[in-house]
């Protein structure tokens, strides 16, 4: 096991320093004068100061080698200093830390719809594998592949919002103000994010699902005359579940895409409207400080699942 | 690049073990169904239109008809018009335009580059190997929509970096079906002669392993253009598209969503477009790929 972590933890450093130093040098992708673009000369709220651009470029050490300045960079970040925002003077750490919840609430809610929606839709079309139920899930689930997500998005706002009137269209009420009312500002979200989600959690359950259930042991349990749903859900869902874990992981990805979309569509104040935002307002410590994050988390989610997996399944730590 | 339907199939057994979805009973037989004809009528319908646009007797996608206010659809303007008084119909068919060149392009280069890597690493293993599949893990951790904004946003956003943009979200999937075919098929008797011959490695790759790995990796595209539509549509929605006053499908969406409680109409009918459009995709890609992929469990 600890081999294992060992060799999963040899592959993910490596990872973790490459996406920080890609998300670092992204900002000199930019044409142009690194530090008049931050100072946001050429938009609305443009600090048109000399002095200013002048303190940016002293502040970032601009004149230091790359190296020199991703090394320095990283120990700040480390230290959860990513810089501030010369256009309103925040500290970009603080405007995560007040986003950060919003974005893990929604993605923890729709991953948990997500999962609510994929393991009673994959069992019983695993259990009438071929027939008309089996052909009828599958069929929706073809079809919500085909949604990307900010057409769900609006249907639901649409249908939810609009026609129905049950859930507000926009808006974010906090958590501490009125849990009701918290719920149901992200519900229409959550949801949006999980009906993108489930089709590609159901098929794979339903393909282990299918090899499981010809296994020797599920012929016993059927020989004792165990009812059906106590086969499926007691014996063969625990077996047939360590894909579907990986696939949360890896499906992260997707779900951080959605997330930036349907936080914009329902204004939820999370870390995707924050960094549509920061881009249109051309805030780049924002969006590198954004970025980095979101990636890092990407590669350590993925590290934490895989060596959960290796803990259930202890078949593949060889 | 058309790959037309040779009458290749595969046993009775290979087929259905390669089952997922089953629209239409022909599935299990060689015959086309309803699941192939209907998006592929479909799809050439929009290609047929896209690229006869300016040809065809429809309005102009720009020209404002201000007696036309954001008219529901009818006889003279078949999907209604917009904020601006512009006929939907004809801008959903030029939207079109960027978002199926780029549909088309993006997965092209990325098939090119990731069958490129992944015999790399299906080859030679080793140090290539582990190089290749972790440059590929620094690919992933970004999430797509967010790389591909943040690529352009620095970069600028026209249509040649949108290419190149999703060129590289479409390269990982690529190299890890170009990967896995290249490891069953380097380790085959015809490769072990060829090497025996004193075939170089990249005669072997060039001409024992890439005709074998091509068709499986073909079989994928059509999915991987669907990806990049959606894709593509959620960019220009976020308007960090193409920008306007080119139509692009998410850039109408958007552009709809904010009367979408007086006039659905307006995000609706670009919408359906793009759902059609992805759904038939994944249809006809569905049904190459149980024809010519190697099983996805392998990946």
Redesign the interface.
């Known amino acids: 096991m600890l081999i294992y972590i060992r060799r999963k933890l040899l592959h993910s450093i490596p990872i973790i320093f490459a996406v920080t130093l890609l998300s670092f040098l992204s900002v000199n992708l930019l044409p142009g004068d690194v530090a008049e673009t931050i100072a946001g000369i050429g938009t609305d709220n443009a600090v048109m100061d000399e002095t200013v651009v002048q303190d940016i470029r002293e502040d970032l050490g601009l004149d230091r080698p790359v190296v020199v300045r991703y090394l320095s960079w990283l120990g700040y970040a480390v230290r959860g200093e990513l810089g501030k925002s010369y256009q309103t003077g925040q500290s970009v750490s603080e405007a995560i830390a007040l986003r950060l919840p919003v974005t893990i609430q929604l993605l923890l809610m729709a991953q948990i719809l997500a999962i609510l929606l994929a393991i009673p839709a994959g069992i019983f079309s695993a259990y009438r594998a071929g027939k008309l139920p089996d052909r009828v899930i599958t069929t929706l689930a073809f079809s919500f592949l085909a949604a990307p997500s900010f057409i769900v998005a609006i249907s639901l706002a649409f249908i939810f919002a609009v026609l129905l009137n049950w859930f507000p269209a926009t808006g974010y009420v906090q958590f501490s103000e009125d849990l009701i009312g918290n719920i149901k500002s992200f519900t229409l979200p959550a949801l949006a994010l999980a009906l993108i989600e489930w089709p590609i959690l159901c098929r794979v359950l339903r393909n282990d699902l299918i090899s499981t259930l010809q296994e020797d042991f599920i012929s016993l349990a059927k020989a004792k005359g165990l009812r059906p749903f106590h086969i499926l859900f007691r014996h063969a869902l625990r077996p047939s579940s360590f894909t579907l874990i990986t696939i949360v992981g890896i499906q992260l990805g997707n779900l951080i895409s959605g997330a930036v979309i349907v936080e914009s569509i329902f204004a939820l104040p999370g870390l995707g409207s924050l960094l549509v935002a920061s881009i249109h307002s051309r805030e780049i410590l924002m969006v590198q400080g954004i970025v980095s994050l979101m990636a890092v988390a990407y590669v350590v989610i993925n590290l934490v699942v895989d060596i959960l997996y290796g803990a259930l399944d202890p078949r593949i730590l060889r | 690049m058309t790959l037309g339907l040779p009458s290749i199939s595969k046993s009775r057994e290979a087929q259905r073990s390669d089952e997922?979805?089953?629209?239409g009973k022909n599935t299990r037989s060689t015959s086309l169904g309803l699941g192939f004809w209907l998006p592929g009528i479909w799809m050439f319908f929009l290609l047929f239109t896209v690229i006869f646009a300016d040809i065809l007797p429809i309005q102009s996608p720009t020209e404002s008809d201000f007696s036309n206010l954001k008219s529901r659809p009818n006889l003279t303007y078949w999907l209604g018009t917009d904020v601006l008084a512009r006929d939907i119909f004809s801008r959903v068919i030029y939207g079109a335009r960027v978002s199926l060149t780029v549909a088309f392009l993006a997965p092209v280069f990325g098939m090119i580059i990731g069958l490129g890597l992944g015999m790399l690493a299906g080859y030679f293993k080793g140090i290539a190997e582990s190089s290749i599949m972790?440059l590929i893990?620094?690919i992933?951790?970004?999430?797509?929509?967010?790389l591909a904004?943040?690529?352009l946003?620095?970069?600028?956003a026209d249509i040649i970096n949108l290419i190149v943009v999703l060129t590289v979200t479409s390269i990982p999937a690529n190299t890890r079906i170009a990967r896995a075919s290249t490891l069953s098929y380097s380790e085959r008797e015809f490769v072990l002669a060829a090497r025996a011959q004193g075939a170089s490695d990249l005669r072997i790759l060039l001409y024992e392993i890439l005709p074998n790995i091509l068709l499986p990796n073909l079989a994928y595209i059509l999915s991987f253009m669907?990806i990049i539509i959606?894709?593509e549509?959620?960019l220009s929605?976020?308007?960090?598209g193409i920008p306007p006053p080119t139509p692009t499908w998410?850039g109408m969406?958007a552009e709809g969503?904010a009367d979408?409680?007086t006039d659905?109409h307006l995000?609706?009918m670009p919408?359906s477009v793009?759902?059609l459009t992805?759904?038939s995709l994944?249809?006809i890609g569905?049904c190459f790929r149980r024809r010519y992929a190697i099983r996805e469990?392998s990946l």
């Open positions: 997922f979805l089953l629209i972790g893990d620094i992933l951790a970004f999430p797509n929509i967010v904004m943040v690529i946003f620095f970069a600028g669907s959606m894709i549509g959620s929605f976020l308007g960090v998410g969406i969503f979408i409680n659905p995000s609706f919408a793009l759902f992805v759904l994944n249809l569905d469990s």
